[in-house]
Structures are given as structure tokens and as C-alpha cells.
């Protein structure tokens, strides 16, 4: 349904130019859930904006396509993105407070979506308002209609937000940290919430997070983005029981784990890159344990390792052996 072709984001700022995202590439199945993970400021939620087409000021794609159904939109104008947005293609945002608006009642914000797209009445909406509000398991909807953001509860006005993405009947949603500032029952109460929906509608999803446990709970297939390019994608289940990047293993390693309580957390040794001036070659290469002199230049693609698991580390089979063998890598 949605490819994401050689896509390359540049972000001027005065005379500062950043390229948040640079040359990455995935796909999206009907009725799929991809996971697209790494560290704060990798690039995820850049990712989401440029398919939405709400870059922030001073943004534009420089490179690559994203072709939803074969239709490009990189090319399309902005009135034709906005007919996109919604009808095709919605997002749910991570803070509900800041994307809600808070002088108007939720209900209204939920009725502006089929009203403007779908072109329905004031009373048909108000109707399809209400059975939103019943499926994305709002209590009592009727009242809650009128309420302002400020009166319901995080987890409330979270649903609220899915609420509002699904109102135009979308075929995909595009989740950045859903569940972010929430306590884990209500994050488990979102997360089995966006399964039955997609179970019930046929969507399909890419949901960006940090959290991996998320991921191996609501996804099947994940991409691991890193300074901005995506180094290694492939099923949860082959990634996670033969990581082939130093660091998506690096990633796994720092989850916490029952079976390794007592012995702590392992960090990912160094910071991350400053974009203004990313490292060349493989931009993991300063913090990587497996690096060579070969990784501080050139350029990295995607190789296939194994059934639709590709990695971006020209070592991944010392990797592999790492994973295996349950080693601990720290760079010395």
C-alpha cells in the first residue's frame, strides 16, 4: 500500500541546513503493523510528517519518493495532500494535550474530519461521532462529547486521538509514541485497542517508538533507524533472535529483561551524532565495538542476511555470532 523510496528530508533553520532523514527506504502490506524504532532525534517521527506532508517550517523532501498505491506524493500539490490526509492516510500524534485544541469540545474536533472529507451532515456526523467514541472504548460518549480536553484523563484523551484519525475512515495510521506519559496498564489498553481496530477496519500501521517490548507486542515486521537511515529491517521475530547491526543489538541489550535483573542495564556506550555534522561512513561506526577502518567512510546500503532481513553492517555475521553467543559488547 505505501513505499518509501531513497527518501531524503533537509531542514533549513537561518543558515543551518540538517538532513534529518537521509536516503531511507521501506514498505508498507495491507492490514500490516510496522514497527520503525531507535533513540530520540533518529529520524522517526520526521519519517511520519514527510508521508503526512506536514514537515515543520522550513522543511521540504530534497530526494526520493513515496508512492502510496502508486501514486507519488512527494509530487503532489498541497491542496491534493490534504484530500490525502484523512481519507487515506491519518496520524495519531504523541501528546494529546498539545495536538488536541483546547477551546473546543471533543466532539466537535472528532466531527471536523467526516464533516470536511467525507462531506457528511452535522447530524450524520454527530451520530458517527458517537459510535467512534463506543469503539475507541470511550464510556459514556454521549457526555463526553461536550467535554473540553482539559476534563478527560491522559488515557481518554488519547482515544480521542484515535478517535479523530479514524473519523475519516483511513486505510493507514501513522502512530508517533501513542502511548508515551502513560502507566503501563493504559499503554497495554491503547496498544490492544489499535490491534482490534486493525482487525475490524483492515489497516494497516507503522507505529514508531523507542520501546521494543511495544514492538514485539503489536508488530511482526520492524525497521531500526539510526542518525537519520534505517540500518537494519526484517521480522521481530528474526530480529530480535539474530540481530545483524551492532546496533539494534545494542538496542536489545539495554531492554530491561526479567532474566537479567540482577545483572542491570548494558548502555549503548557514547552519544549520538550531531546531525548538523553526522560522522561519515556508517554513522554508528564512533560508538560500535565491531568497527573497522572500512566503516569510517564510504556508503552502507541495505544487504539481504537471511528471508526479508537486510542489514546495513558490513560485519553483521560477527554480529550474529555476538547475539548468539550472548556476549556483552563494550567498546573499548
Known amino acids: 500500500m505505501l513505499e518509501v523510496q531513497d527518501l531524503t528530508v533537509e531542514i533549513r533553520s537561518g543558515r543551518s541546513i540538517v538532513r534529518p532523514i537521509e536516503h531511507i527506504s ?26 503526512i506532508g506536514l514537515l515543520p517550517r522550513g522543511g521540504r523532501i530534497v530526494g526520493g519518493r513515496i508512492l502510496l498505491d502508486g501514486r507519488d506524493l512527494v509530487k503532489e500539490r498541497r491542496a491534493e495532500l490534504q484530500r490525502v490526509r484523512g481519507r487515506s492516510v491519518a496520524m495519531v500524534f504523541q501528546d494529546p494535550m498539545s495536538a488536541l485544541n483546547p477551546l473546543m469540545r471533543v466532539g466537535e474536533q472528532i466531527a471536523e474530519g467526516p464533516r470536511a472529507v467525507l462531506g457528511y451532515s452535522r447530524g450524520h456526523a454527530r451520530e458517527w461521532v458517537a459510535d467512534l467514541m463506543r ?96 540500518v537494519e529491517v526484517g521480522s521481530v521475530r528474526d530480529v530480535f533472535a539474530a540481530p545483524s547491526h551492532p546496533y539494534t543489538l545494542a538496542l536489545l541489550r539495554c531492554a530491561p529483561r526479567a532474566d537479567r535483573a540482577r545483572t542491570g542495564l548494558t548502555p549503548i556506550g557514547g552519544t549520538p551524532p550531531d546531525m548538523m555534522a553526522p560522522p561519515s561512513g556508517c554513522r554508528f561506526h564512533p560508538r560500535c565495538p565491531l568497527a573497522v577502518d572500512e566503516c569510517a567512510s564510504g556508503d552502507f546500503p541495505l544487504v539481504t542476511v537471511g528471508s526479508a532481513h537486510a542489514t546495513a553492517c558490513i560485519r553483521w555475521e560477527e554480529c550474529a555470532q555476538y547475539a548468539h553467543k550472548g556476549l556483552v559488547m563494550v567498546r573499548e
Open 26 to 51: 521501506f514498505a508498507l502490506d495491507a492490514n500490516e503493523t510496522l514497527g520503525l524504532v531507535g533513540e530520540s532525534g533518529c529520524g522517526k517521527s520526521t519519517t511520519l510528517r514527510a508521508i
Open 135 to 230: 469503539r475507541v472504548g470511550i464510556p459514556d460518549p454521549e457526555r463526553r462529547v461536550n467535554a473540553y480536553p482539559y476534563e478527560l484523563s491522559g488515557g481518554l484523551r488519547q482515544r480521542i486521538m484515535i478517535a479523530i484519525a479514524l473519523s475519516s475512515k483511513p486505510k493507514i495510521l501513522l502512530c508517533d509514541e501513542p502511548t508515551t506519559g502513560l502507566d503501563v496498564t493504559i499503554q497495554d489498553q491503547i496498544l490492544k485497542l489499535l490491534v482490534k481496530l486493525q482487525d475490524e477496519e483492515g489497516l494497516s500501521i507503522i507505529y514508531v517508538t523507542h520501546d521494543l517490548a511495544v514492538i514485539a507486542q503489536l508488530a511482526r515486521r520492524l525497521a531500526v533507524m539510526y542518525a537519520g537511515r534505517i
